[in-house]
């Protein structure tokens, strides 16, 4: 059987001038040479079974240190560099393992550090929203990635592009689909672009859900994908080449900082062109209105899926006719927030949408249903509030299945224009939330996660509350 070598150099350093020892006097004690010893510290020479064993009867020493892991501290240093404000100065993994290795205490300092920073970050970014909703204005950077970026960008403002929707609807009247816009898409790329879809099983495209070969000029869909989303993908690839010039109009008007996050914002443009291609402007706020905004009968209208249908409500800000100020945020069944969007932009300060009381955190487990709930924010704002479970793509065999959950929400003032303002709990006594726990003065609440920072928590001996996060 081969014999285990063991690279631990930089420990062994540590124990050695733990000892007090100098390389001389504990090569002694192990019976080799200063100058071998000294390529054991450096890594160039491992530590075989045998002086592993030396060590030990020795000196005492608990084999275990030599031998202990950093992947732990490796993750967390990844996760450290992996900071938008880092990125220049990304290191190898050999790089980190050397830092985890040499100096284990510093590495853990550096892992602290970054922590409370991230900790700072968040409390700053909840007091720039309290600020911002008492109407006092803060312009402080923060750290983002493109991604961020993007979505900062497009949940800030309203989720409406009309030269896109335009010229969506225009590109719609000219294909004519009827009642199959998948089969009309499918012809104009042929005839127009010589462009062939095609419909491949997971394991030929794997960790893909469209890919366009520009040399055989097909574009592949996955079969993950169910019948709308492959529409959707099809849409996609049509408006890339139909609408280019009013998506980066749109990308341009957003105001980004590098090319990156352009490229990402083209990408979620192109969504809104294929859901504004799928859901025509005017014919669809016209079926809106007469269904009372009901999902259910606009997705079976416009062979749409729920989520599509939901996003494309929030869109119909054409100022000679609009139709309702809905917003929405999605989460995964982390709690994650994965975008979020508004006819007016998403309401950040006065709803914010991330307390725990809310139906949208328990709809995971009533999947399939639309979950409403009539919530009132401390100003005495109220909301309609739907939430429903979204499905990914089809699971491979033993994979966990991708769940997501939306929430649409409208403020209660505008709720009776809806099939939902009278449904249900629609008007049931207001569930009283708050915008997120940090920023929440609701006392006696069950549910409290964080403590607020506008109040001193109340660290009263003599009397307990209902939460560990009393406060004054």
């Known amino acids: 059987m081969a014999e285990k070598k063991i690279f631990a150099g930089p420990r062994l350093r540590r124990i050695r001038k733990g000892l007090d020892l100098t390389q001389t006097a504990m090569a002694e004690a192990l019976a080799i040479s200063p100058s071998y010893l000294n390529l054991i510290e450096r890594n160039q020479r491992p530590l075989t079974v045998q002086l592993l064993m030396k060590l030990a ?14 992947a732990g501290t490796i993750s967390q240093l990844k996760s450290v560099f ?37 900790e700072q970050a968040a409390r700053l970014s909840d007091l720039t929203a309290l600020l911002a909703h008492e109407g006092r204005e803060t312009h402080l950077p923060g750290k983002r990635l493109p991604h961020d970026e993007v979505r900062d960008a497009i949940s800030r403002r309203p989720y409406f592009f009309d030269a896109i929707d335009r010229a969506a609807e225009a590109l719609h009247g000219e294909l004519d689909p009827g009642d ?93 062109a294929a859901l504004a291609l799928m859901m025509p402007y005017g014919p669809f706020i016209e079926a809106a209105r007469r269904d009372r905004f009901d999902i259910g009968l606009l997705r079976g209208r416009f062979n749409v899926s729920f989520e599509q249908a939901a996003t494309r409500l929030i869109s119909l800000q054409r100022l000679d006719n609009a139709g309702l100020p809905f917003f929405a945020m999605e989460i995964d069944q982390a709690g994650n927030v994965l975008r979020r969007i508004g006819a007016e932009g998403f309401p950040h300060a006065g709803f914010r949408g991330e307390c725990p009381r809310l139906d949208l955190y328990d709809v995971f487990a009533r999947p399939g249903r639309i979950v409403i709930q009539n919530v009132e924010m401390p100003d005495g704002v109220g909301y309609l509030a739907l939430a429903h479970t979204l499905e990914g793509p089809e699971p491979a065999l033993g994979e966990r299945p991708h769940l997501t959950a939306i929430l649409l929400g409208l403020r209660r003032d505008h709720a009776a224009a809806t099939v939902y303002g009278a449904a249900g709990n629609a008007a049931a006594e207001p569930v009283p939330v708050g915008p997120v726990c940090r920023l929440c003065e609701r006392s006696g609440c069950l549910s409290r996660a964080e403590p607020p920072v506008t109040r001193p928590l109340g660290l009263d001996e003599m009397v307990a509350g209902l939460s560990a996060f009393d406060f004054r």
């Not at 040399?215 to 609408?243: K, N, V």
């Open 57 to 70: 009867s020795v000196y005492d020493i608990d084999i275990g240190e030599l031998q202990g892991e950093s």
């Open 82 to 118: 992996s900071d938008s404000l880092l990125s220049g100065e990304l290191p190898g993994d050999q790089e980190l393992l050397e830092v985890a290795e040499a100096a284990p205490n510093a590495a853990l300092g550096m892992i602290k550090l970054y922590r409370a920073y991230c």
């Open 180 to 272: 199959d816009l998948s089969a009309a898409l499918k012809t104009w790329l042929m005839e127009r672009h010589g462009i062939a879809v095609r419909i491949l099983p997971p394991h030929a495209m794997v960790n893909l859900g469209r890919r366009f070969d520009r040399h055989t000029m097909r574009l592949f869909i996955s079969a993950r994908f169910g019948p709308y989303d492959r529409q959707r993908e099809i849409a996609i690839e049509a408006a890339l080449l139909a609408l280019a010039e009013p998506i980066a109009d749109a990308v341009g008007g957003l105001g980004l900082s590098s090319d990156e996050a352009r490229r990402i914002a083209r990408f979620e443009l192109a969504r809104y």
